[in-house]
């Protein structure tokens, strides 16, 4: 299970944080990283970026000047920071499992499947 | 970038139907995934690896292509079928389509 929690609301130009807790997996397990998908209203999923629990992140260019991404082994948990919020990031936040499909995942990022998502955390920015 | 197409389908339940998503480069690994996503539900896999059903998933579901042109097909519509479906590569970073609506006629 994935659960996101965070602020339902924050104002303009200000920063979100949110967290993802994980239960029935370690994100200590090097078969797996560890992401967040975003989806405004009505609109398509956007790949904000992925994590792996040794450190390397991997961020979408359009989003990485205001995207940090960490993870805390001991709470089994990961983070995500956006900085600098506008209403175009108003929306909602899913936290996701991905599966490493080849070895090199941990060095790029993919090839990974995200197989497992989170109900998804509602943010408005307003 | 990937492009779903066509944007809204308007079916019957028990039709068949095919959905299309292009890439604008070839998709390393055929690394191709596609989702579906009821109103007010999280995404769910259906196919990864282009055509490897996930698990769970009826058979009624089916992905081809590979290199830019993929496909998933739904042999027989169910009502609970009429959703978004969201294609996703991920074998060159990652990316996901704009989504093709599956509506009832």
């Known amino acids: 299970q994935l659960y996101e929690s965070g602020p339902g609301l924050v104002k303009p130009t200000e920063t979100l944080s949110l967290t993802c807790t994980v239960s029935g997996a370690s994100i200590s397990n090097s078969n797996y990283l560890w992401g967040w998908i975003r989806q405004p209203p009505g609109q398509a999923l956007e790949w904000i970026g992925t994590?792996?629990?040794?450190?390397?992140?991997w961020l979408n260019p359009s989003l990485r000047t205001r995207v940090s991404l960490s993870v805390d082994r001991a709470r089994d948990q990961i983070s995500l920071r956006l900085t600098s919020l506008t209403a175009a990031d108003t929306g909602t936040y899913y936290c996701?499992?991905?599966?490493?499909?080849?070895?090199?995942?941990?060095?790029?990022?993919?090839?990974?499947?995200?197989?497992?998502w989170g109900q998804g955390s509602q943010v408005t920015v307003s | 970038v990937l492009t779903q197409s066509p944007g809204t389908l308007a079916l019957s339940p028990g039709d068949r139907v095919t959905l299309y998503c292009t890439a604008s480069q070839r998709v390393p690994g055929n690394f191709l995934a596609w989702y579906q996503q009821r109103p007010g539900r999280t995404p769910r896999l259906l196919i990864s690896?282009?055509?490897v059903r996930a698990t769970g998933i009826p058979d009624r579901f089916s992905g081809s292509g590979s290199g830019t042109d993929f496909t998933l097909t739904i042999r027989r519509l169910d009502p609970e079928d009429f959703a978004v479906y969201y294609c996703h590569q991920y074998g060159d970073s990652l990316s996901f389509g704009g989504g093709t609506r599956l509506e009832i006629k």
């Open positions: 690896d282009a055509f």
């Open positions: 994590i792996y629990y040794r450190g390397p992140t």
């Open positions: 996701a499992r991905a599966t490493v499909e080849r070895p090199g995942a941990l060095y790029s990022g993919y090839p990974a499947l995200y197989d497992w």
